[in-house]
C-alpha cells in the first residue's frame, strides 16, 4: 500500500538557523565548560565558528546573487513588454482606415452578386421540392425489391460456397 503526502510543515528558513545557532552555542559552551577538553578540541570549536562565518558570508553572497538574477530578469520583460508595444504601435499606424474599400476586392463582390445563382433554402415556406428530388410509394417499392433481390443473390452465393 502506498502512502501518499499531500502535503507537510516546514519552517522557515530565518527560523531553522536561528535554532541551528542556538544548537551550535549550546554546543560549545558544553565544550568550554568541559575541563578535560584538549587543546585539538578547542581549535576545532574556533573552526566551526569560523566556518559558520563562512556560511554565512556564503548565504549572504548566494542572496544577493539570487536578487540580482531577479533584477535581470525584471529588466529582460520590461524590455520585452516595451519592445511588444512599439511593435504594436506600428501596426496600428499601418491598419488601413475603417472605410477603405480595396478595388479588387470590391469587384469580387460585385461579381460574385450579379453571378450568384438562386439559392432557396429548404426551410423556407416557398420551397418546392424539384419533381426528380420527390420521393413518393412507387420509387420506395422498387428501392425494396431491389435490395432484396440483392440480398437473395448474397445469400445464393453463400449456400453455393459451403462444402
Do not use: C
Amino acid at each position: 500500500m502506498d502512502l501518499l503526502v499531500s502535503t507537510f510543515r516546514t519552517m522557515e528558513l530565518p527560523q531553522l538557523r536561528e535554532i541551528n545557532e542556538t544548537n551550535m552555542d549550546h554546543f560549545v559552551q558544553m565544550q568550554q565548560k568541559a575541563p578535560s577538553a584538549a587543546a585539538d578540541r578547542g581549535n576545532s570549536i574556533s573552526r566551526e565558528s569560523e566556518g559558520r562565518k563562512s556560511i554565512r558570508k556564503h548565504s549572504n553572497t548566494a542572496r544577493q546573487s539570487f536578487a540580482n538574477q531577479a533584477a535581470l530578469k525584471l529588466e529582460a520583460k520590461k524590455a520585452e513588454r516595451s519592445s511588444r508595444m512599439s511593435l504594436y504601435k506600428e501596426l496600428l499606424k499601418s491598419k488601413p482606415d475603417n472605410k477603405y474599400e480595396d478595388a479588387k476586392d470590391a469587384a469580387a463582390i460585385n461579381y460574385a452578386q450579379n453571378n450568384m445563382g438562386d439559392y432557396k433554402l429548404k426551410t423556407s415556406q416557398d420551397y418546392i421540392v424539384p419533381e426528380n428530388e420527390r420521393i413518393d410509394t412507387d420509387k420506395k417499392k422498387r428501392q425494396i425489391n431491389l435490395l432484396s433481390e440483392g440480398i437473395h443473390m448474397l445469400k445464393e452465393v453463400l449456400y453455393l460456397n459451403l462444402p
